[in-house]
């Protein structure tokens, strides 16, 4: 079955700066990569997602890449933010309103 | 939060009594799934309902039966609480019609002691 690995599992940043958090998965078969964040005490948030036909996608301050032949993609968090300070989770899925499986997440620390 | 709503939110129980969590929703979504969430694994799918007693196990379902006898409502029970099942437990959905993006309940804490 799909495994997904996450990296690093805490990020300490200084305020403005940039945060990169990086995943890969295992199987070929997997095409939906969503990126959830989590405030303490609070469910996952969808923040941005990405299919395997799209290289590259960005909203706003977040951007996400998808390296298929690598297996692996990741979240970009531009000028960084106190508010930005939560767990974030990567999952890979194979796009079927199916199964999901998560990495174990990344606590950021946005240090003002 | 797609209509979704999940009971009881905090219980506490002894090890070896049942146990049934709701997840209840409004919008008549096909799909919904119940994960487990602890420190270091993330969240991981114990079972999933593709429709009305269509349900199927995920990657942790030791322990846990599901039922779903109405689109809107799917139950998780623990037919013998252990304390290795202290957990928060998430439902979601997926709201279909082209997507396949999750959106997650409110969570339930379960702590069995």
């Known amino acids: 079955g799909e495994n997904v690995e996450q990296h690093p599992s805490t990020l300490s940043v200084q305020e403005g700066d940039s945060a990169v958090i990086k995943c890969t998965y295992s199987?070929?078969?997997?095409?939906?990569f969503p990126w959830y964040k989590q405030e303490l005490g609070k469910r996952p948030q969808l923040i941005i997602d990405?299919?395997?036909?799209?290289g590259e996608k960005k909203d706003q301050r977040i951007a996400v890449t998808l390296n298929k032949t690598a297996k692996h993609f990741s979240l970009h968090i531009t000028e960084t933010q106190p508010e930005d300070s939560a767990v974030y989770f990567c999952?890979?899925?194979?796009?079927?309103?199916?199964?999901?499986?998560f990495g174990a997440g990344t606590i950021l620390r946005v240090k003002s | 939060d797609a209509g979704i709503t999940q009971s009881p939110r905090h219980k506490v129980t002894e090890t070896g009594t049942p146990v049934t969590l709701r997840c209840h929703q409004t919008?008549?979504?096909?799909?919904m799934y119940w994960y487990r969430q602890d420190p270091g694994h993330g969240l991981r799918l114990i079972h999933y309902s593709y429709g009305v007693k269509d349900t199927d196990k995920g990657e942790v379902s030791d322990g846990y039966s599901v039922s779903r006898s109405k689109t809107e409502d799917f139950l998780l029970t623990l037919e013998s609480a252990t304390s290795s099942q202290t957990s928060v437990y998430f439902c979601a959905i997926t709201t279909g019609q082209g997507t396949d993006t999750q959106y997650f309940g409110p969570g339930t804490r379960l702590t069995v002691l």
């Open positions: 919008e008549n979504h096909r799909y």
């Open positions: 199987d070929s078969a997997s095409n939906y």
């Open positions: 990405i299919r395997s036909n799209v």
């Open positions: 999952a890979a899925g194979d796009g079927y309103g199916n199964k999901l499986v």
